[in-house]
């Protein structure tokens, strides 16, 4: 939105035989900003749409948490068995 804003600024600076370099590297650092914020949210939007092997996968701790769910249930099962119920 800032740029056309911008834009028009920098046109009438040249027209008027001003120089317009303050305005460029305003816009420069404003469009650096705006494209970096934009690949920085496609990329996080990337990860999170890999189903494994992405930085936000968790895969890995889901897997050791299951095993460790189940190594319970056998020991509680077996100590069951021992009781007689």
């Known amino acids: 939105a800032a740029f056309p804003l911008l ?3 920098s046109t ?8 317009p370099s303050p305005s460029f590297g305003l816009q420069s650092l404003l469009f650096a900003g705006l494209t ?7 990329r996080i ?5 890999q ?7 968790v895969d890995i701790t ?3 948490m299951i095993m460790g769910l189940e190594a319970e249930l056998d020991e509680r099962a077996a100590t069951e068995k021992l009781r007689g119920g």
């Open 51 to 57: 189903s494994s092997g992405g930085t936000f996968n």
């Open 45 to 49: 939007i990337e990860e999170l749409w």
């Open 7 to 9: 834009g028009a600024g």
């Open 36 to 42: 970096g914020a934009t690949v920085l949210v496609l």
């Open 62 to 64: 889901l897997d050791q």
């Open 12 to 19: 009438r600076s040249v027209t008027a035989g001003l120089d």
